[in-house]
């Protein structure tokens, strides 16, 4: 943020795990020297450089330098207030332009979960009830942005207090039994939800291709399929506010 120079090496790993768009850090000093404050409750990120200190050789009693590994904790941007981010002359202004047939429909989801844009993943909170989507502009079509928003918000149809579904409810990991179903239900019903807007000639290739690979977690159980598209259909008309009359047929 200060200095405008890239992080390198290990760096590079450790501030893109974190999970933030932008790309500025600072540390808290150089935060209060640009007249903003780091945010009540954040956490820092601890990055490292080598530095080069002086020594008396043992052996010939020469003066060297050798290298000295240091850290120092770091905040991103989007963890502060009263800073503003420079102006990027590499940065390409994409103009995300909405789609009224999905915006529709995640405007007439009852009982929607809040919809936070930040970060760099997708993802549901079932604890908190929350879902959070990197910024529009950070997807390369809007359908993807779309498609990826109806993934989410058809995971959040299992909470306890919409659908109650097994795989949101209890604590599961990644690749078990529950999560891959879970996963697939989610991407069911988005596929759904793309064909309701009208969108899902450019998103299908993208949902088959995900579904396939945890289809193959679940050894291809065909019955277990079957479920699980009944499931989505559920999710999906839970989300299109459709009564009980028309999803009468989900299993």
């Not at 850090?25 to 150089?30: D, E, G, P, S």
């Not at 949902?207 to 009944?230: F, R, T």
Request: with cysteine; aromatic share 10%; proline share 5%.
């Amino acid at each position: 943020m200060i200095t405008d120079k890239p992080y390198r090496g290990i760096n590079i790993f450790i501030l893109a795990s974190e999970k933030f768009s932008s790309p500025y850090w600072l540390t808290y000093r150089q935060a209060m020297e640009k007249g903003g404050t780091i945010r009540k409750g954040a956490k820092g990120t601890v990055v490292v450089y080598w530095n080069w200190i002086p020594i008396n050789d043992k052996d010939t009693g020469e003066e060297k330098e050798i290298p000295f590994l240091r850290h120092y904790t770091v905040f991103n941007l989007e963890q502060t207030d009263g800073i503003e981010a420079p102006p990027s002359p590499t940065a390409i202004d994409k103009h995300f332009s909405t789609i009224e047939e999905a915006e529709n429909i995640i405007d007439s989801m009852p009982q929607r979960p809040v919809i936070r844009h930040e970060g760099n993943q997708a993802g549901y909170n079932p604890g908190m009830d929350y879902i959070v989507m990197p910024p529009e502009k950070a997807f390369f079509r809007r359908e993807d942005y779309y498609c990826t928003l109806f993934h989410e918000i058809s995971h959040s149809t299992g909470h306890i207090s919409r659908l109650g579904r097994k795989g949101v409810m209890e604590k599961t990991h990644f690749g078990s039994h529950e999560y891959s179903k879970e996963e697939l239900v989610a991407e069911m019903a988005a596929a759904f939800l793309c064909a309701e807007a009208g969108i899902e000639q450019n998103t299908i290739d993208n949902s088959a291709a995900y579904i396939q690979s945890w289809l193959k977690q679940l050894k291809n159980d065909k019955s277990l399929v079957i479920m699980a598209a009944g499931q989505a259909q559920k999710a999906a008309d839970f989300i299109l506010n459709r009564n009980g009359a028309e999803t009468q047929d989900a299993l």
